[in-house]
């Protein structure tokens, strides 16, 4: 279902911009007006997506076998850094 708005005093800069995007990219101003309504209230992007590692907090478990297997990295070469 779609609703229609009707929108007075809209500024001649909004006009301008409106129109040359719509021209640019071949769309009706319609399309162009409910995009920028889109960008502007934040709904474009649709839900917020997170790539971090907070799911991985508190997990850590202690493994003395990964401990060993890792402790060459701890290791300095001092003769690499002459």
Not at 5 to 28: C, F, H, L, M, N
């Amino acid at each position: 279902m779609s609703i229609q708005y009707t929108i007075r005093a809209v500024p001649e800069s909004i006009d301008t911009a409106i129109r040359q995007r719509a021209q640019a990219e071949g769309k009706s101003l319609n399309a162009i007006a409910v995009e920028a309504l889109k960008e502007g209230l934040a709904l474009a992007a649709g839900p917020q997506e997170f790539d971090d590692l907070d799911a991985l907090v508190g997990s850590w478990q202690d493994d003395p076998a990964f401990d060993k297997a890792v402790a060459d990295f701890e290791r300095v070469d001092e003769d690499a850094w002459k």
